[in-house]
């Protein structure tokens, strides 16, 4: 019933207002906004409260200031902390009470005789409601991680009979702070509470903690990373997170709220190993226990044990041993619990089944059925594993831990979020659906960089109904207009989604077509170097074109910097301009410096002199993209809002090889470099044409017919509209050759992953011919998986022996859950070497013939 009632009350998130209501000025001009917070309210609200003055004094000059309840603009009710009778008036008066109570967090905003009431079933509620208030009057939630200025108004407006009534669609919602070494953390130390080395103070985490009220979040995992101070050591970290209604957690290798890799002192307690060292890790876990119970603003509790830094369990070593191991440690932490927090069934804890702990787990550990399952994406965005039909009846639910960035094999991607949007829509609905909503918590290395992805996972973990397949990119244009102005974001908006396109192809961090984590014996610190990308000159040549789009992209994102007021160019610059502006750099630099490796061949022939010419040419290329990613970045860090982001953009995390000076045949000076790019040596002003001769391709959205339930999903793919297709569900394409020949049919799939432990199956039929099965089931960490995530596609191919002149059927079907296809192309030359799919970009919808060129 509760979930019924949670469904409507979201889906009734906003109320039409009938023609014949009277607006309600709110700001007049003249008098401060004035504001009723309860005295005995939750400290949540009163943090909130400041908030919203400050946010007031942005927009009209004026701080809000406090009233009585009777006279105040806005009068803040805390249902929970409110008398029976106080209930019964505002029931009265039209608030959902009973509704209210019976949701997450929930809030509900109503004019009630001329007054704005906001009224939230918990402290977290009403602090969220109130800065609903913020968002009405123009204030992004980036307005101080993104110095998102807010417009200047001289008064603001609600009609009389506004009515908005919102509650979470998941219960704890956050973020971990990962991989923050060369991002948050020296920003913290090093320029905004300056401290020692590796402490993320306390004023950083008050920042952050805001930041998610604005989001509507609730829950953190710290920063918790080798050189970090750990956040219970952080005097007052802990009293930020209760004053602002924030619930601490830790990440799946820190039980109980321990950060090992700072918090165990083997000197002092001796090995980490529960068989022969339990009392010294009981006592550890225990003083932990004491030191939170009470805590306001909550604590999630994860249960299990790894080694120290996210290692293999100590003193175990066949699997019998260590399933035994970890059931003992999973039944001696509901004790300790018991002892130190309170009721174990009514303590939120989770359980993370990941790495080798799921095949444990898959062993048959016994989990207590009020232990939330925490499932995991393959650190890339696809979604690894989620609750089956029995795991989905538990009483503590299932979440969900996604990366928005990250670092290992085969590449890290910590530098700029780039994470397709219809992804992380794709991915985390078919999570909620599986009944993964009792909490979600995105992986960032820095949320300031993490920026729209971040607040679309989050807006998708307050309403799950906030978005859809279909409007996926309407919600990002949504996000550019209110972030830079309507005219800024409708013009942004087509070339942006293009940014996430090329993107999507390949990752900034993936250009360099090089890998993490690999043998040390053969490669240095275990890092491939840089190597000539998979671009061909197929198609038209699939370089310059990648080059071509890329220089569009940048070329309208300057056009549109050029419009921005004064006031909001450092947040054009940071959310904007720098990812597109560098990325387009990072790829000019990458990809000229093949193209003067490539004509560097080493070989002798008449023309090797001439070909110096376009050796230097593209050498001056190359080094200049790369001396543009630096003062690009020099920019974000040192004058971009008066420096008050130094230390926080580093263009080299970790010092990858794809992040290096490029490597060329020859290197060029200053001088020469300025000379060899103005002198006329090569064609300027040249756009590759995409050719198609030889081949039929479409991306999937272009069908002749679909199935019910096949869903077009926007900003997803290399088309931008990936189809996911239900169990069972098909697509169908007619097509025409125009003579009889072998070929070749290559099929590009989103590389998600069986969610169920089983398999991930499609088949193709080519004019009722036989279906012919394939699977894209890949074992994690194999060459096949990682070839997969660095595209962003996975592609089965399919030979076609005499194909016949004349009109074709092909038909796609899903043979079980999860199968999403991208692209297709129907090839004479089954031994072409190519990277993209030659399809001129999305198709704006289903439908259509396609003829072969």
């Known amino acids: 019933m509760r979930r019924a009632i949670t469904l409507i009350a979201l889906a009734a998130a906003l109320v039409a207002t009938p023609a014949s209501a009277r607006e309600m000025l709110w700001y007049d001009g003249i008098h401060a906004v004035t504001l009723s917070v309860p005295k005995a309210a939750d400290p949540v ?7 919203f003055a400050s946010d007031m004094k942005a927009v009209t000059g004026q701080s809000a200031v406090t009233a009585a309840p009777a006279e105040a603009t806005i009068r803040i009710v805390e249902l929970d902390r409110t008398a029976k009778t106080e209930r019964q008036k505002l029931a009265a008066d039209g608030v959902p009470v009973d509704s209210l109570l019976s949701m997450t967090d929930a809030f509900h905003i109503s004019v009630i005789n001329r007054q704005i009431v906001v009224v939230g079933a918990n402290g977290r509620g009403a602090a969220y409601g109130l800065l609903e208030m913020s968002r009405r009057a123009g204030v992004s939630p980036w ?24 509650g979470a669609s998941v219960e704890f919602r956050g973020i971990f702070i990962n991989d923050e070494d060369w991002s948050l953390r020296p920003w913290s130390y090093g320029t905004y509470e300056p401290a020692h080395f590796g402490i993320i103070g306390p004023k950083t985490y008050k920042k952050v903690f805001q930041l998610l009220l604005r989001l509507r979040a609730n829950t953190i995992w710290p920063a918790m990373h080798t050189g970090t101070q750990p956040f219970f050591l952080t005097p007052g970290a802990k009293a930020m997170a209760d004053s602002c209604g924030i619930v601490v957690g830790t990440s799946h290798c820190e039980p109980l709220l321990r950060n090992n890799v700072g918090e165990w002192d083997v000197r002092r307690r001796g090995p980490f190993n529960y068989i022969t060292n339990r009392k010294q890790v009981v006592d550890y876990w225990s003083e932990r226990l004491r030191e939170v119970r009470g805590s306001r603003g909550g604590n999630l509790l994860t249960i299990g044990m790894r080694g120290i830094h996210d290692g293999s369990m100590e003193g175990v070593r066949t699997m019998d041993e260590k399933q035994r191991a970890l059931q003992q440690v999973i039944d001696d932490q509901q004790q300790l619990i018991a002892r130190w927090i309170g009721h174990p069934e009514t303590t939120p804890q989770v359980f993370v089944p990941y790495k080798e702990v799921l095949e444990i787990y898959d062993r048959g550990l016994r989990v207590p059925d009020n232990v939330t399952l925490m499932w995991c994406d393959d650190n890339y965005g696809y979604m690894t594993r989620l609750s089956d039909s029995t795991e989905q009846k538990r009483r503590g639910g299932a979440g969900v831990y996604y990366h928005l960035s990250y670092w290992g094999r085969p590449h890290d991607y910590l530098w700029l979020t780039t994470t ?80 996430y396109r090329l993107c999507g192809e390949r990752r900034p961090e993936f250009m360099g077509w090089s890998q993490t984590e690999l043998d040390k014996r053969t490669y240095d610190r275990g890092l491939s170097p840089v190597r000539n990308t998979e671009f061909t000159a197929a198609f038209g040549d699939e370089l310059d074109r990648y080059l071509d789009r890329f220089a569009a992209v940048a070329a309208r994102v300057k056009a549109v910097a050029k419009t921005i007021p004064v006031e909001r160019q450092d947040a054009f610059f940071a959310a904007i301009e720098y990812p597109v502006l560098a990325a387009d750099a990072n790829a000019r630099k990458l990809l000229w410096a093949q193209k003067a490796r490539q004509a560097a061949n080493g070989s002798t022939t008449d023309g090797m002199f001439a070909a110096n010419t376009v050796i230097y040419h593209a050498c001056a290329e190359s080094q200049s993209a790369y001396q543009e990613i630096r003062r690009l970045t020099e920019y974000y860090n040192d004058r971009m809002t008066g420096g008050k982001w130094r230390r926080s953009m580093n263009m080299r995390p970790r010092d990858l090889p794809v992040f290096g000076a490029p490597v060329l045949p020859t290197l060029l000076t200053d001088d020469e470099v300025t000379y060899w790019l103005h002198r006329d040596t090569i064609a300027t002003g040249h756009h590759p044409i995409l050719l198609q001769r030889g081949v039929i391709a479409r991306n999937a959205a272009q069908w002749t017919t679909a199935d019910s339930g096949a869903r077009v999903v926007s900003m997803l793919g290399h088309s931008m509209e990936a189809v996911a297709l239900p169990k069972g569900g098909a697509l169908t394409y007619d097509f025409t050759t125009a003579d009889s020949a072998d070929a070749v049919l290559r099929i590009a799939l989103i590389p998600t992953q069986p969610n169920d432990n089983g398999d991930l199956r499609f088949s193709v039929s080519i004019d009722g011919a036989e279906p012919k099965i394939f699977s894209l089931k890949e074992k994690f960490r194999s060459e096949g998986w990682k070839q997969n995530v660095l595209r962003g596609q996975a592609v089965r191919t399919m030979a076609l022996s005499g194909l016949k002149a004349g009109l074709h059927r092909l038909v796609i079907r899903a043979i079980d859950n999860h199968v999403v296809v991208d692209q297709w192309m129907i090839d004479r030359d089954a031994t072409r070497k190519f990277y993209l799919f030659p399809v001129a970009g999305p198709s704006k919808g289903g439908g259509g013939k396609n003829t072969e060129k």
């Open 143 to 166: 307005i101080w991680w993104g110095d998102v200025a807010p417009q200047r108004r001289d008064r603001l407006t609600i009609d009389d009979a506004f009515r908005t009534t919102q």
């Open 420 to 499: 397709q949007p219809g992804l992380i829509y794709n991915e985390m609905r078919e999570a909620y659906d599986h009944n993964a909503r009792k909490l979600w918590i995105a992986n960032v290395h820095d949320p300031k960089v993490a920026g729209y992805d971040l607040e679309l996972f989050l807006d998708m973990a307050w309403n799950i109904n906030s978005v859809s397949a279909a409007t996926v990119a309407d919600h990002y244009r949504r996000w550019l207009c209110r972030q830079f102005g309507s005219t800024a974001g409708e013009a942004l908006w087509p070339s942006m989604c293009e940014f």
């Open 45 to 51: 609200v009163t943090v909130a409260a400041r908030m």
